[in-house]
Each structure stands twice: as structure tokens, then as C-alpha cells.
């Protein structure tokens, strides 16, 4: 089975070209984020053409997760147990969504960007990664969990994850407490599981400032998985060309090949 993630960033404004790329990469099941639309106006129908059933988790034009899959979507969960909130009525945020597709449990997360190190954001995005962390410790407990965190994590983990540390300094996604939170997740019992087969490489480039053409990136998109489904990662590709033409996202899809089924 092939699984993917990918921050679409507005999927009203690229569905086509999403869906040409499920046809063209034979991925059987994608996390979206950024996905910018209310449950209503998702384009269902773009996915449904070439074979996938959706399920998708958002309140308005901000944030938004979604699952597309052509191997089943079971057991739909929208947020996570503990999950915080945010906002003036505080809610939860369209960021996290959980469902059962070809006997993995995968998790389309959109993780706080934070904005600075001393906006209020900063604060609830730690907050968010470690009331993450409490619940996915308890999936991974499960005997053979068959557990998948993929998404947008706005944390680059090690410092030739950016392209100039230096632009960075007093920074958010390269902060101590950030990557302590993504490191974490280690000790909850997930791996992740994209770097060991592809050691380096960018997910992410700012649409200003010729960043692309320049390949001055960040690697802020990563999947995560249980012991058990990490021994059956063979292998892993970032598509780079997605980031180039017309209507391109400024991320690019995380593939992740899971072989054989759960023992």
C-alpha cells in the first residue's frame, strides 16, 4: 500500500491537480492539510472521478485535514482526545483527523505554525504537540499498532532541514522547545519514518523571494509510524516536481510504500 501527505494549500484551487497526481502516482491514500474550505464546499466529486472516497474536517477558509482513499475509510475521528483549543470562542481546530484505510490507522495532521516565539500561537502549538504526543502514546501501546502521524508539522528537526540556519536564529520551527516536542513523539513509540530513505531533502519553499528556483527549502512535512508499521516501509519518495508549473502548492507530497499487510 502506498500512502502520502500533502499541505494542498486550498484544494479548491488545485483538486484537479491533486487528483492527476493520485491517477499518475498510484497512491492508494492521502492526508491532505491546509485544505482551506468548510465541509460543504470540499470537491468530493473531483476525487470521486478517479476512484476515491473522502472524508474531510474543516470549519472555513483557515486550516482544514482531510483523507482521500480507494481503500476503504473506517472509524472516522475528527481531532484528537485532549486535543486544545484556540480562538475567541476557543474551539478546536480543523487540524487533526484520524481514519482506519487498508488496515492502518492514519492521522492527516496540521500542526500550529506558531508565528513567533513570543505570540500566544507559540504556546498552543506546544501545547497542541504534546497533548498529541499523550494520545498517540496511547494508540502506539496497542500490541502490532498499525499507526501513521503524516502531515504538515512546521518544525524542521534538524538543522539541514532549512537551507540557511542562519536566517533562523530566534526563530520558530527550529526552536529547542519545537524540536524537542517533534522528538518526543520517538519516545511515545513512533519512528519517523521518511529520512532513513531519503536523508535529505526539502518538502516546503516560500512562493516569495525565488526560493524554488533557488532550492532555499525547508523539510517540515514527515510521517511518523508505529514500531510495527515501520518494519514495512520499504520505501519513501518526495516529489519535487509538484512544486513546479501553474497552481502549484508551495509543499510537495511525502510517498510513503508499506509492504505486506499487519502480522
Not at 148 to 175: C, K, Q, R, Y
Request: net charge negative.
Amino acid at each position: 500500500m502506498r500512502i502520502a501527505t500533502w499541505n494542498v494549500n486550498s484544494i479548491r484551487a488545485r483538486a484537479e491537480r491533486v487528483a492527476a497526481w493520485l491517477e499518475r502516482s498510484d497512491v492508494d491514500v492521502l492526508a491532505l492539510q491546509e485544505t482551506k474550505v468548510p465541509d460543504e464546499q470540499f470537491p468530493v466529486m473531483s476525487f470521486a472521478a478517479v476512484g476515491y472516497d473522502v472524508v474531510h474536517h474543516g470549519h472555513s477558509q483557515w486550516n482544514g485535514v482531510a483523507i482521500v482513499s480507494r481503500v476503504g475509510i473506517d472509524d472516522v475521528e475528527l481531532g484528537f482526545p485532549g486535543q486544545p483549543t484556540w480562538g475567541d470562542p476557543a474551539v478546536a481546530e480543523a487540524r487533526a483527523l484520524g481514519a482506519t484505510c487498508g488496515g492502518v490507522r492514519l492521522w492527516s495532521l496540521y500542526v500550529p505554525n506558531g508565528r513567533t516565539l513570543e505570540d500566544p500561537h507559540y504556546a498552543y502549538k506546544l501545547d497542541w504537540l504534546r497533548a498529541l504526543r499523550d494520545a498517540a502514546a496511547t494508540w502506539a501501546a496497542e500490541p502490532g499498532a498499525q499507526v501513521a502521524l503524516a502531515g504538515d508539522w512546521n518544525i524542521a528537526p534538524l538543522d539541514e532541514d532549512v537551507w540557511d540556519m542562519s536566517l533562523f536564529d530566534g526563530a520558530t520551527h527550529v526552536s529547542p522547545a519545537e524540536r524537542a516536542a517533534f522528538a518526543a513523539l520517538d519516545d511515545a513509540g513512533f519512528a519517523e519514518v521518511t529520512r532513513l530513505h531519503v536523508p535529505q531533502a526539502y518538502t516546503y519553499w516560500d512562493y516569495q523571494r525565488l526560493r524554488f528556483p533557488r532550492n532555499e527549502g525547508m523539510r517540515i512535512d514527515f510521517v511518523l509510524a508505529t514500531r510495527a508499521l515501520a518494519e514495512r516501509v520499504a520505501a519513501v519518495g518526495i516529489d519535487r516536481e509538484e512544486r513546479k508549473g501553474k497552481g502549484a502548492s508551495d509543499h510537495v507530497p511525502v510517498v510513503v510504500e508499506i509492504a505486506g499487510s499487519a502480522a
